[in-house]
């Protein structure tokens, strides 16, 4: 028979984990982790790691992985995921890929793009005007100049606008457009389920997440990797707000309400990504046996 993948895929905070976890369990296999943080030991709880109990549970790959001393890219992560699959598939039929990092599902599924080359004067232009204007202007290049892109980009990360500003300037077109060259052939089917909440829900899930990462320490994690603030992992929402406080710039319940405006619209971009699938079939996240019937039924008929 052939291997099989099935995807659970969603928003952050609309309980991917959960259902991965009930899926794995009635298959008697494991989870890779697409979450391009999650790998790093040393940030667990503005990452929302699953709990020591799930992580015990079920074997996560990819999880607690990394030093964040490590820098770690799709490129990287294709890799990785490729060598995990071969590890599962070696004992077990099928295996279960859970996360919300768009871009790393993509490259395990599908292989990672080539990228056209950057000449040194654009690379130095665009990172010149990062460090004289910020990310402010980051956020309005793009917006203007590549606004598909800017749409499910993560807006709050500099190195990733960094990157498709780069191959704007270099050639004319949206980094996205070098994103859907075909796919690598994979050894495997992939069964790609979605997850999804009414909004109000979800962002009521967002909010209780972000409070309950403060009560477990969320500004003394930050503080904790202080030396390594420019890592591309680090410039991300829930780290920046707090970097920001503890500079003085911003007060603490600034930084807390920043924290869960940003990742409500990180949200948003996450499902304006997913929703660009047609391959996926949704499921509303409080319904996970309908989840567990669809898989039983697609891998019935294929046995």
């Known amino acids: ?142 917006q203007q100049k590549d606004p598909a892109f800017y749409e499910t980009a993560e807006i709050h990360n500099p190195h990733r606008l960094i990157r498709a500003l780069e191959i704007f300037e270099a050639t004319g077109q949206s ?23 009414p909004k109000e829900m979800l962002h009521a899930n967002i909010h209780k997440r972000v409070d309950i990462m403060m009560d477990q320490g969320l500004v003394e994690e930050v503080r904790s990797v202080l030396p390594y603030r420019q890592h591309n992992a680090l410039q991300t929402v829930g780290y920046t707000e707090i970097f920001q406080y503890l500079d003085g710039q911003i007060n603490l319940d600034t930084a807390i309400e920043g924290i869960k405006t940003h990742t409500r619209q990180y949200a948003k971009r996450q499902l304006t990504w997913f929703r660009r699938d047609p391959a996926l079939t949704w499921f509303d996240a409080r319904t996970p046996q309908e989840v567990v019937n669809f898989v039983q039924q697609k891998l019935s008929e294929v046995e």
């Open 1 to 142: 028979m052939k291997k099989t993948v099935i995807l659970v895929a969603g928003p952050t905070a609309v309980g991917k984990t959960a259902t991965a976890i009930r899926l794995a369990e009635m298959l008697g296999t494991q989870i890779i982790s697409a979450d391009s943080r999650q790998c790093y030991r040393e940030i667990s709880i503005g990452t929302a790691k699953p709990s020591p109990e799930e992580l015990a549970a079920v074997r996560h790959y990819f999880i607690d992985s990394h030093t964040i001393a490590e820098e770690v890219n799709a490129a990287t992560y294709e890799e990785l995921a490729m060598n995990y699959a071969a590890d599962i598939f070696s004992r077990n039929d099928t295996l279960v890929l859970t996360g919300g990092t768009g871009l790393y599902i993509r490259a395990f599924l599908e292989g990672m793009d080539e990228m056209p080359p950057v000449p040194a004067s654009v690379r130095d232009a665009v990172r010149n005007g990062y460090a004289e204007k910020g990310l402010a202007w980051l956020q309005e290049e793009l």
């Open 175 to 197: 980094i996205s457009s070098f994103r859907t060259r075909s796919a690598r052939p994979r050894d495997f089917r992939v069964i790609k389920i979605g997850l999804e909440l």
